[in-house]
């Protein structure tokens, strides 16, 4: 329970530390980190569509370009609000979401990039596959001995 000193302080900044406002340097390292954030996102989210391009090495070149974007985006919402901490100024707005966001982003770029490392030649193999399938009834060949593959 608070003390009546403390509720009588008045309202807290929207980072719940007592103090001045964030710097604008700080709030712009906030929006930069989600922005990274969101970018490592969206390219994991865009990753589904290249493997049946017959493309493998593009999926590759992506993940691991969201893994170090998820990372930046991370450590700027990091530092943002260890600065913040440390400068005892408000938490600057975004700080938080751009740690969420960068921290899904770099763990799902790991786990992708350690199923692919596992399933390579399997994914290779489909890979040549659609690029030579010109027809929904080869495609679905393509699929199949994939899936057969990857379960023996």
Not at 2 to 10: H, I, K, L, P, Y
Not at 114 to 139: G, R
Request: hydrophobic share 45%.
């Amino acid at each position: 329970m608070r003390s009546r000193e403390a509720r009588s302080a008045g309202p807290r900044p929207p980072g719940g530390q007592p103090g001045r406002p964030p710097t604008p340097a700080l709030q712009q390292r906030a929006l930069a980190g989600l922005v990274l954030g969101l970018l490592s996102m969206f390219g994991l989210l865009s990753v589904s569509d290249l493997i049946d391009t017959g493309n493998i090495r593009r999926y590759v070149y992506l993940v691991g370009c969201s893994f170090i974007v998820g990372a930046i985006g991370l450590w700027l919402g990091a530092s943002a609000v260890a600065r913040s901490r440390r400068t005892a100024t408000g938490r600057p707005r975004g700080a938080v979401s751009a740690i969420i966001l960068g921290s899904i982003g770099v763990l799902f770029s790991i786990l992708l990039l350690i199923t692919f490392a596992v399933l390579w030649n399997q994914l290779s193999t489909y890979s040549h596959c659609m690029a030579e399938a010109n027809t929904p009834s080869a495609q679905q060949a393509c699929q199949n001995q994939l899936t057969r593959s990857v379960k023996t």
